[in-house]
């Protein structure tokens, strides 16, 4: 079965300090991974993309990296700020092509990052 | 630019009433589409429509209708609404079917 995994549900972090967020995933055929931002009372925001054969990809402060062999992205946030807090949601795109996305969604992370 | 704008932003209704959800985008997307978001469940796809003209039914499809009025708009219905249909909604569009633009939600309570 397609799935995707996220982890931790919640974590709650101090200003300034480093984060990582967690996807596994169990879909194929794959063809894409995006890390989405939402923040609360609006609609998710793209923040990375990576297709199968890109292992890093940056953000300003946010460096998602993906392994496709053990089917593990991660999300890391630098210095967070107040304004990090939010859901982050890790979305994987089935290679199967056409317009009904074959998208997969993970239930996301809620970040807080306290002053 | 606008993007994908959703109204109305709140709304409750009465178990029973009917309404619908609108949505419009401005980014010439051929795919839109409608999703729900309920707390621990994510977000799950309930109509999309791949160009104007067609509509499919996605993972959560019952107690919903759709409408692609043409290429900008498209709009969720419910005909008799119940409390399980409380969440909140997203409309979506799409230039490829994998990068969505999402709205800002429509959050409905069902008393």
């Known amino acids: 079965k397609n799935q995707v995994e996220q982890s931790p549900q919640s974590l709650i972090i101090l200003e300034g300090k480093n984060c990582t967020l967690q996807c596994n995933y169990t879909v194929s055929p794959f063809s894409n991974l995006r890390w989405y931002k939402q923040d609360t009372g609006r609609g998710p925001v793209s923040l990375t993309i990576m297709t199968f054969s890109e292992n890093t990809k940056s953000n300003g402060r946010y460096t998602a990296t993906l392994d496709a062999d053990t089917k593990q992205s991660s999300l890391h946030i630098t210095a967070s700020q107040l304004s990090d807090s939010a859901s982050y949601i890790c979305?994987?795109?089935?290679?199967?092509?056409?317009?009904?996305?074959?998208?997969?969604f993970g239930k996301g992370t809620k970040l807080s990052v306290k002053p | 630019n606008a993007g994908v704008t959703q109204t109305p932003k709140f709304q409750v209704l009465k178990t029973g009433q009917s309404m619908t959800l609108q949505c419009a985008q401005d980014m010439n997307h051929n795919s839109m589409y409608w999703y729900r978001q309920d707390p621990g469940m994510g977000l799950r796809l309930i109509y999309y429509s791949a160009s104007e003209g067609t509509t499919d039914k996605g993972e959560v499809p019952n107690g919903y209708n759709v409408s692609r009025l043409n290429k900008r708009e498209f709009s969720l219905r419910l005909e008799s609404a119940a409390p399980s249909q409380t969440s909140v909604y997203f409309c979506a569009s799409s230039p490829d079917g994998q990068d969505l633009r999402f709205g800002q939600g429509t959050r409905l309570t069902v008393v």
């Open positions: 979305v994987v795109s089935l290679n199967y092509g056409g317009s009904q996305g074959n998208l997969i």
